[in-house]
T-cell receptor, first 113, second 116 residues
Framework: SAVISQKPSRDICQRGTSLTIQCQVDSQVTMMFWYRQQPGQSLTLIAT?????????ESGFVIDKFPISRPNLTFSTLTVSNMSPEDSSIYLC??????????FGSGTRLTVV | AQSVAQPEDQVNVAEGNPLTVKCTYS??????LFWYVQYPNRGLQFLLKYITGDNLVKGSYGFEAEFNKSQTSFHLKKPSALVSDSALYFC??????????????FGAGTQVVVTP
């Protein structure tokens, strides 16, 4: 299965600043997904990132708040912009896998103060 | 539309006893069903899946799940729980007719606590 390296693993940020999360996959994949897991909650899909096209955002998520880059088939970034305490969550990247449905990165635990 | 329900926020079980984590689903067509486990400060790990075939699916770490179409359930089971099974468990569903894996619906998660 694909191995996903996600960083940073955790960060504490000041409100109003931005944080960029990186996701590196050890093989080429067509689609990469970004999820948010708020404290005590399940996973919510933020957006789908395809290489060479604009990311597709789910309802309630917008590009200005969560800009995504997908420069090649092995890498993607998610930026959490103009952060507020409500953005404190775990952010997970994932890729499709024909056997496992998804493979997930280890997550980025973000705390906004 | 698809949805999945995990009716229990937490399941407590003594080590060595059977463990069951419940999951029910709703899809318009036929389902793909998955279980994932999340250990503290870790991403999600795949446990098992049902795509087609035998209703009883065996997965990682001694876990198994039974697909029950009439009851629209996919409960996760382990005959003898270990303290190391203490984690957060997520059930996920996707309609087979959907184009992309990306349209999974995850349950709210069930915290499993196994006591020595």
């Amino acid at each position: 299965s694909a191995v996903i390296s996600q960083k940073p693993s955790r960060d504490i940020c000041q409100r109003g600043t931005s944080l960029t999360i990186q996701c590196q996959v050890d093989s080429q994949v067509t689609m990469m997904f970004w999820y948010r897991q708020q404290p005590g909650q399940s996973l919510t899909l933020i957006a789908t990132a395809n290489q060479g096209s604009e990311a597709t955002y789910e309802s309630g998520f917008v590009i200005d708040k969560f800009p995504i880059s997908r420069p090649n088939l092995t890498f993607s970034t998610l930026t959490v912009s103009n952060m507020s305490p409500e953005d404190s969550s775990i952010y997970l990247c994932s890729v499709e896998h024909q056997n496992y449905g998804y493979t997930f990165g280890s997550g980025t635990r973000l705390t906004v103060v | 539309a698809q949805s999945v329900a995990q009716p229990e926020d937490q399941v407590n079980v003594a080590e060595g006893n059977p463990l069951t984590v419940k999951c029910t689903y709703s899809v318009s067509g036929n389902p793909y069903l998955f279980w994932y486990v999340q250990y503290p400060n870790r991403g999600l790990q795949f446990l098992l899946k049902y795509i087609t075939g035998d209703n009883l699916v065996k997965g990682s770490y001694g876990f198994e799940a039974e697909f029950n179409k009439s009851q629209t359930s996919f409960h996760l089971k382990k005959p003898s729980a270990l303290v190391s099974d203490s984690a957060l468990y997520f059930c996920a569903v996707r309609d087979k007719e959907t184009d992309s894996w990306g349209k999974f619906q995850f349950g709210a998660g069930t915290q499993v606590v196994v006591t020595p």
